[in-house]
């Protein structure tokens, strides 16, 4: 197929769901990723949030190439011992629970959602509702797109999912208080919004909503979908707060490329779901249990959570001098190796511009350039990326 070849069968055969840019590529490794004619780029948005451990990592790939040549798929009514090893793994590197794994980011949320309200069930006067807040993101199915509360993602989906309110002002813990009822079953939360434009929840809000959730007997869910995996600096988002949560959801890096999803839920919790209640099919096949253990190993074995501190200062003291040289920088902000960017103008010709100098970044909220690199990450690359920047910005006019 040439080049035209492949625009053409994508506008006739697939359906245009997605804001495409014309850039075909097809190999990866580590932190980059090389197009149909062979030029490199600089990944530092691997994936969407999918590459924590960068572009075909050696411990995924060693891991996934020894399950596919003996089994591939397996119901979930037998026993695999990668399944049994990626659950144990999960829960000792957060804490003591159970694993249901499925998919998706939108589909460890939906099973979350159902948990909760499978528990709120049993209270005398039934809770169901569910608080989510402002510029939240957990998915696309009807829940979860309900739950994530953006006009802009719901429109012409309706009528949404019943027992959600959504939209509360996000670090605004008196907000929160008073929109609690005694059907509240639960909070759902990113400790740091991605898609919602890199917003970092405070210390004392986190831990208002645990006294808060612990007083009512509600639920908090943290949705570690991007957060999780190393990408604060912690394995997962919320250690970096005083609190424990009573479930989180897990998805993007975690299969390192592959597939899978899964939500962990208190061990009192999680025995709420008995046979029958929910389930799916491909949820925590072999391969995908197999590269997210070798995901594990890497973060682990490549020492990438002292990594991500150590360079999350680095990219952070760069970004500061960026932001102090450029008008169109309004504020520089983030958390660990997740970095937000926010422009006075729209990001969307910064982002071509620096695909044009071979550099790969996102633009979310319209305004706020998202840098997600690998975990693994040197301060040369750091070096490239901030100077790819500063020159496209150095082009871009801003009358402000
Ligand atoms: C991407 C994302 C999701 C949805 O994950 P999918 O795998 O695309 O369904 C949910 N929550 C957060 C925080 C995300 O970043």
Redesign the pocket.
């Known amino acids: 197929m040439t080049k035209q070849d492949i625009f053409d069968a994508y506008s006739d055969y697939i359906m245009p769901t997605y804001t495409k840019m014309p850039h075909i590529f097809v190999k990866g490794k580590g932190m980059r990723l090389y197009d149909i004619d062979g030029k490199e780029y600089l990944d530092f948005f691997p994936g969407?949030?999918v590459g924590n451990v960068g572009h075909c990592h050696s411990s995924v790939l060693s891991a996934v190439r020894d399950q596919v040549g003996k089994l591939i798929h397996l119901p979930n009514n037998y026993y695999h011992p990668a399944q049994a090893k990626l659950a144990r793994e999960i829960v000792r590197n957060s804490f003591d629970g159970k694993v249901f794994f499925s998919n998706?980011?939108?589909?460890a949320?939906e099973a979350a959602i159902k948990l909760a309200r499978a528990y709120g069930s049993k209270f005398d006067t039934p809770k169901y509702e569910i608080i989510t807040f402002e510029n939240a993101?957990?998915?696309?199915t009807l829940a979860?797109v309900t739950a994530t509360g953006q006009r802009k993602y719901q429109k012409g989906f309706e009528p949404l999912v019943e027992g959600f309110k959504t939209n509360l002002p996000f670090n605004d813990f008196s907000a929160l208080a008073s929109a609690v009822s005694d059907k509240t079953v639960g909070v759902l939360l990113?400790v740091v919004q991605?898609?919602g434009g890199i917003n970092v929840a405070e210390n004392g809000f986190v831990s208002s909503i645990r006294r808060l959730c612990d007083e009512k007997k509600m639920l908090l869910i943290i949705?570690e979908?991007?957060?999780g995996l190393g990408r604060t600096g912690k394995m997962f988002g919320y250690q970096n707060y005083d609190i424990k949560p009573d479930m989180i959801?897990l998805?993007?890096s975690l299969g390192g490329g592959l597939p899978i999803?899964c939500m962990l839920a208190k061990r009192e919790i999680a025995d709420t779901l008995q046979p029958g209640m929910h389930a799916s099919t491909f949820g925590g096949s072999p391969i995908v249990c197999k590269a997210a253990l070798g995901v594990f190993k890497a973060i682990i074995k490549d020492k990438m959570l002292g990594n991500t501190q150590k360079m999350s200062s680095y990219l952070f003291a760069e970004l500061k001098g960026l932001s102090a040289k450029h008008k169109s920088i309004k504020e520089v902000r983030g958390l660990g190796l997740m970095a937000g960017i926010e422009l006075n103008i729209n990001g969307k010709t910064v982002v071509e511009e620096c695909i044009k100098h071979g550099l790969l970044i996102n633009c979310t909220h319209d305004r706020v350039l998202r840098l997600m690199p690998a975990l693994n990450v040197t301060k040369r690359q750091i070096d490239l990326a901030v100077r790819t920047i500063d020159k496209v910005l150095q082009g871009v006019s801003y009358a402000g």
């Open positions: 969407w949030g998706s980011g939108a589909e949320n993101f957990h998915g696309r979860t990113e991605g898609e949705d979908v991007q957060t959801t998805a993007k999803g």
